[in-house]
């Protein structure tokens, strides 16, 4: 397994003086596409996703940073959750887009605040992560809308924004061109998928419970 991994971080090509690997282009592909089809609300989405965040398990690695492949391995969990609850979604009503309830929004928004936190308190004080901070709230901010996409939460559309946003300079900063131009596209992606959700949320308006 290793050797494996070894091979595909090696060098496959460059962006000016900045190297790209073959598994950074494999995260680049699988990324993309698993965005495309969750704006299209397509289950395929969830495995499609799993490819990516296996990759990138070993890009962050690769770079140091500690919070963001400690994160794509919590994925692969709401990977497999997210795909099941959209499975059985599909067996009875397909589910549909919706906002969060209150209670939703203010445990979502309790939960970013301690994550970030308390990574941030483990990262700068048991690694040598050179981006506490950045790596810290990207981190919390994309659990919480991984969350909300598993929900099929309007808000969670806006959590990727934010941390999109974050995201593009902090690849830049560390060294991965390829994935700092799959997230500004992520962006892209992301305000066509808000559009989207919100457009047919509006078509089958219901009231829903709160389900934590």
Avoid at 69 to 92: D, E, F, I, S
């Amino acid at each position: 397994m290793s050797s494996i991994v070894e091979a595909l971080l090696r060098i496959a090509f460059s962006i000016g003086s900045e190297p790209v690997t073959w598994l950074e282009i494999i995260g680049f592909g699988s990324g993309a596409a698993c965005v495309w089809l969750t704006v299209r609300q397509h289950i395929l989405n969830w495995p499609v996703g799993l490819v990516q965040v296996v990759a990138y398990i070993f890009v962050f690695l690769d770079a140091k940073l500690y919070a963001d492949a400690g994160l794509q391995m919590v994925y692969v969990v709401l990977g497999v959750w997210g795909w099941v609850n959209w499975t059985r979604g599909y067996a009875k009503l397909p589910m549909r887009p919706r906002e969060s309830t209150n209670l939703e929004l203010q445990m979502q928004l309790l939960f970013l605040g301690i994550i970030t936190g308390l990574l941030w308190l483990w990262l700068s004080t048991k690694t040598d992560s050179t981006t506490p901070i950045p790596d810290a709230f990207t981190t919390a901010l994309s659990l919480v809308a991984t969350y909300g996409q598993a929900k099929k939460l309007i808000e969670s559309w806006y959590f990727w924004i934010l941390a999109d946003l974050i995201y593009v300079p902090l690849y830049l900063y560390k060294h991965l061109p390829l994935t700092a131009i799959l997230y500004t596209g992520f962006l892209a992606m992301c305000v066509m998928g808000l559009r989207a959700w919100v457009k047919d949320a509006a078509k089958f308006s219901t009231t829903y419970e709160c389900e934590f």
